[in-house]
């Protein structure tokens, strides 16, 4: 009956808010790509350019950064049918007034910190956070995000495996369709998945 809920948060709150989320470096990039390749257009300003660590684009929108400070939210509405990429630290600042449908994007959180450590050495900046310690906090911050994901009434959460998605990534557009109320093109967002942006694996690591 999930479909009946929806209905009637989106008689609530309007159409939704597909949200793209999870930690740094988890893959989130990657499922903007899908989501736009499946005809679900993404919400960007493209000011951050592609890069060495990034190299088909990050589909960021700048004034999400902010979400925690800003005051006047109600440009997230423009947002509405479309694909709107927020980190995971910030989900909780996102106004209330709308249907968000998130996308959530799991990795090892190994993977994830090599990823960003890799990403810091390129722009030649330092990282203050010791390994273990950054680990200990993404683990209780993802506790405290599956809790709110599961309180807000306004609030659908499908978790994606970045890893999984990559391995079999029939599997995981025809999910992700099926969340989305299958509007997108399935064999689209197929093709976009490259695995040889797959760096830092955790089988490459622990060598």
């Keep these: 009956m999930n479909w009946l809920k929806n209905l009637r948060k989106k008689k609530k709150y309007g159409e939704e808010v597909v949200i793209v989320s999870g930690l740094p470096r988890s ?8 989501l736009e ?37 109600t440009y997230v509405r423009e947002g509405r049918g479309k694909a709107l990429k927020v980190i995971s630290f910030l989900l909780k600042y996102l106004p209330p007034d709308n249907f968000y449908r998130v996308i959530f994007m799991v990795r090892d959180l190994d993977e994830v910190i090599a990823s960003q450590n890799k990403m810091l050495d390129h722009r030649e900046e330092e990282n203050t956070l010791r390994d273990e310690t950054a680990k200990e906090l993404y683990r209780k911050h993802l506790i405290n995000v599956k809790v709110l994901g599961r309180m807000k009434e ?10 999984e998605a990559l391995q079999n990534p029939q599997e995981a557009a025809t999910r992700i369709n099926e969340f989305l109320d299958n509007k997108l093109k399935l064999a689209e967002m197929v093709t976009v998945i490259d695995p040889s942006l797959y760096r830092n694996r955790k089988e490459q690591l622990s060598k």
Excluded: W
């Design 27 to 34: 893959g989130t990039s990657m499922m903007m790509k899908m």
């Design 37 to 73: 390749a499946g005809g679900l257009p993404p919400m960007t300003d493209n000011l951050r350019e592609a890069d060495v660590d990034n190299p088909k684009g990050y589909y960021e929108y700048e004034r999400v950064k902010d979400l925690e400070a800003e005051k006047d939210k």
């Design 154 to 163: 306004n609030f659908e959460v499908l978790e994606v495996n970045y890893k």
